[in-house]
């Protein structure tokens, strides 16, 4: 017997972003949060400095946006310009390079010295606050907490790099302190995570899963805290362990 139901799934689109009359990337995403993935792209791909370097952007109908810069600011979008998409499973697209990484990103902060306890208290209560998640099953979530293991913002999508870039563009909006703060993901830690996390300025990152070699040679070279399998009490810490208390 057969029973015929219906089921959400998750939505995932092309989004476009200009810089004048240049497109620079298309990313295949979730819908929704749009001005804080374009924010914090911009900055996680290193096309600004900070967020001072940005305007509001301009959504220009029919998936396309213009990413806008503040007064004075002025970059070539040439240099920017993606030979390919970015697909919901893809975040560097050609820019595996740590080289490439490491004259973007500055010296992390020192950061946050964060208690053995508090790392295994995140996934839980990211976990309460996924409800894109609950009603698919099929979206990725990013988190940021304080080093009380508070949590300060949450954003999900069907690409993990575009969580983590919402959720980078939502503290921009928020004005929160980067650098004091602890990036959470709900999947495995790969190189594309560790980069953004990187040129963003975030010092703790932590995910459900393991960690990628790639990610984890990234996060030794730039002094990144990194930590995987957090969840059900335990975690393994594979780069600054200094960080974890």
């Excluded at 959504?59 to 697909?87: C, H, K, M, T």
């Excluded at 020192?110 to 609950?134: C, K, T, W, Y």
Aim: proline share 5%; charged share 20%; hydrophobic share 50%.
């Amino acid at each position: 017997m057969s029973i015929d139901t219906t089921d959400l799934v998750a939505l995932e689109e092309p989004l476009e972003i200009r810089l004048g009359d240049v497109p620079i990337a298309v990313l295949m995403r979730t819908p929704g949060d749009d001005p804080d993935l374009i924010r914090g792209f911009a900055v996680t791909e290193a096309i600004v400095l900070g967020p001072h370097e940005l305007g509001e952007p301009v959504d220009l109908g029919e998936g396309r946006w213009e990413l806008v810069l503040a007064a004075g600011v002025v970059i070539d979008p040439e240099q920017f310009r993606r030979n390919l998409y970015s697909s919901s499973s893809c975040g560097v697209c050609g820019k595996a390079s740590i080289d490439a990484v490491l004259i973007a990103a500055a010296d992390l902060p020192p950061g946050p010295i964060v208690p053995v306890e508090v790392l295994n208290r995140l996934s839980a209560v990211m976990r309460d606050h996924q409800a894109g998640f609950d009603a698919t099953g099929s979206l990725h979530a990013a988190a940021l907490f304080n080093a009380a293991g508070e949590l300060l913002t949450i954003r999900e999508d069907i690409g993990r790099h575009n969580a983590v870039d919402k959720v980078v563009g939502a503290a921009m909006t928020e004005r929160l302190d980067l650098a004091a703060s602890i990036l959470f993901v709900s999947g495995r830690v790969s190189f594309e995570i560790s980069q953004k996390a990187a040129v963003a300025g975030i010092p703790v990152v932590c995910g459900v899963s393991a960690a990628s070699s790639l990610a984890i040679d990234l996060a030794a070279r730039v002094g990144l805290t990194l930590a995987g399998f957090v969840r059900e009490g335990s975690l393994v810490v594979y780069t600054r362990p200094d960080r974890v208390g």
